[in-house]
């Protein structure tokens, strides 16, 4: 089965700062890539997915994140973060069976 | 379209007691999922319907716990006797169906606290 390590507990960043918050992923098959944000005492939400095509993948908000097959990671960015960008990001790993694995979580701290 | 809902959103109980949990997922979506986030950890898969059968349950500890989807909509996920290191969020998600391609969607969850 595949698996997610999150290498960051915690990230602590100043205001319009970049950030990168680093996957990376096991798996012997073929696989679908997410980013969830957890705001706080929120439910989790897509931010963005990596499912074929181009292996760069943006959200809306800003992140972007890019599928390395050969370093198997999925390492999401931003080039300058808000203060409301604070909240927990999971990495996830999904199979063709929609099998899906979660990292423990990177908590975002955006500091003012 | 509405997300996915559940109820309660917060529940205290004692060890030894029984609790469950409902979840209504988005409409039209046939995969319905119930997940265990242990404080600190990522959401950890418990069990997954497709209508109202299951398609996997292995991670699901089945001497306590127990879940069902009756008519393929709604399901409730309930836990008999509660043990301490039950305390967590429940998540529930819904997909369109169970390619991996279909998108997970999440539910508030519910936060079990066991004394």
């Known amino acids: 089965a595949q698996s997610v390590t999150q290498l960051d507990s915690q990230v602590p960043v100043f205001e319009e700062a970049p950030v990168e918050l680093r996957c990376n992923y096991s798996?012997?098959?073929?696989?679908?890539l997410f980013w969830y944000v957890q705001y706080p005492n929120q439910g989790l939400q897509l931010l963005l997915k990596?499912?074929?095509?181009?292996?760069l993948v943006e959200s809306i908000n800003g992140f972007e994140a890019e599928f390395n097959k050969s370093q198997t990671s999925f390492h999401l960015r931003k080039p300058s973060v808000h203060i409301s960008d604070t909240a927990e990001y999971f990495c996830?790993?999904?199979?063709?069976?929609?099998?899906?694995?979660f990292g423990a979580g990177t908590r975002l701290t955006v500091k003012p | 379209e509405a997300g996915v809902a559940q109820s309660p959103r917060y529940k205290i109980i004692e060890k030894r007691q029984s609790v469950a949990f409902w979840c209504n997922p988005i409409?039209?979506?046939?995969?319905l999922y119930w997940y265990q986030q242990i404080l600190g950890q990522g959401p950890k898969l418990l069990i997954q319907?497709?209508?109202?059968?299951?398609?996997?349950d292995s991670q699901l500890p089945k001497d306590r716990f127990s879940a069902e989807r009756l008519k393929g909509v709604d399901s409730t996920l309930k836990i008999q006797p509660a043990k301490l290191e039950d305390s967590a969020v429940y998540l529930c998600?819904?997909?369109?169906?169970?390619?991996?391609?279909?998108?997970?969607?999440f539910g508030p969850g519910t936060r079990l606290t066991v004394l």
């Open positions: 319907f497709q209508n109202n059968g299951v398609v996997d």
């Open positions: 996830a790993v999904s199979d063709r069976d929609n099998d899906m694995r």
């Open positions: 990596y499912l074929s095509g181009s292996t």
């Open positions: 998600a819904s997909s369109r169906g169970l390619a991996g391609t279909d998108t997970q969607y």
């Open positions: 409409s039209g979506h046939a995969t």
């Open positions: 798996s012997s098959v073929s696989v679908y």
